[in-house]
């Protein structure tokens, strides 16, 4: 096996609690609060700077993606904590790019089957009870398959060379903006959602959810269980729960006095927290499940870039 090969979740030495019950707290209560002071600072700067109404009124979200990656890192930093203990490595990203690739797929194979059904979904407003409970639905269901198959590393996915799963990447990526210049859509527009999507949402929000949080509080109770070959702690489902959560704040302006809680963003937003933990616990990274994130928000928006 290659030395970047996928590392099962036994062979890692699982994470021991490192702390007291009061230690175990006090974890909690950090990541709260990391929680409310991230989601106020994007909030503050959407709100009251120039540069955040120009950002809300052009309908991008820069400021969410790159609060939560300056705020992992520099936790990181000024706490001397270990980048790779929490997910942020590159080791091993060849096949977890494959991986990432695969998955994508899959997930937009099943996206596509829905439009078959008469359950279509607005990735920009909350679903109704019947679509949250699909998608919840789905989401658990992608979750188990997934763990199931990343309990062996597959041959066939590391067949895959380098390059041409960046062209692959590459090609998913410019396929809004091909769709775009098609049907006489705003170009610059459409490439500032795409960027925005995959290192904002998909990148920032598994580095501060699967690297930072999920890792923090592993760190205080440890990674006591097993399940399909997947070492996991409280720790997946804390950030799942805080995943959920920060979806349903999507339709809440705490500064403009309205607090419309869209609560069926949580289920189905939970569940893909908890798809995103089994690939960040499985690999020991967050790239993959970034890469996967990114792209699936990015693919999920195709429906609003056309006529």
């Known amino acids: 096996m290659s030395t970047e090969a996928l590392i099962p979740t036994g062979d890692r030495p699982a994470c021991r609690p ?8 006090a974890c909690l209560i950090e990541v709260l609060l990391a ?8 909030r503050s700067f959407k709100h009251f ?9 052009s309908g991008l979200n820069f400021s969410a993606g790159t609060t939560m990656i300056l705020f992992t890192f520099t936790v990181l930093l000024v706490r001397r904590k270990s980048f790779v203990e929490y997910g942020l490595t590159v080791k091993g990203w060849r096949y977890n790019l494959n991986v990432a690739l695969l998955w994508a797929a899959i997930i937009l194979a099943a996206g596509a089957t829905l439009t078959l059904t008469p359950v279509h979904l607005d990735p920009l ?11 919840a639905i789905g989401g658990l269901a992608l979750t188990l398959l997934l763990a199931i198959f990343l309990m062996r590393e597959r041959s066939f996915v590391r067949a895959v060379s380098p390059a041409a799963a960046f062209v692959v990447l590459l090609g998913l990526l410019s396929l809004p903006l091909v769709l775009a210049w098609y049907f006489n859509r705003p170009l610059l527009n459409v490439l500032f959602t795409v960027l925005w999507l995959f290192f904002g949402a998909g990148f920032g929000e598994e580095i501060f959810f699967r690297g930072y949080i999920l890792s923090r509080v592993n760190e205080a109770f ?10 996991f702690g409280p720790g997946l489902i804390v950030s799942s729960l805080l995943f959920g959560f ?3 704040l999507n339709t809440v302006d705490y500064f403009g006095v309205r607090y419309e809680f869209a609560w069926l963003w949580f289920f189905s937003a939970f569940c893909f927290g908890m798809f995103y933990g089994v690939l960040r616990e499985k690999t020991g ?23």
């Open 18 to 25: 490192s702390g007291s019950l009061a230690g175990r707290v």
């Open 49 to 57: 700077t120039e540069l955040g109404r120009l950002e809300s009124s």
């Open 222 to 231: 440890g990674r006591p269980f097993m399940l399909l070959g997947v070492r």
């Open 285 to 307: 990274s967050v790239l993959p499940g970034a890469i996967l994130h990114g792209l699936e928000d990015v693919l999920g928006r195709i429906p609003t870039f056309l006529p």
């Open 35 to 42: 929680f409310a002071l991230v989601h106020v600072t994007y």
């Open 246 to 248: 920060i979806h349903v």
């Open 125 to 135: 407003h909350p679903p109704d009870l019947a679509r949250a409970a699909v998608c």
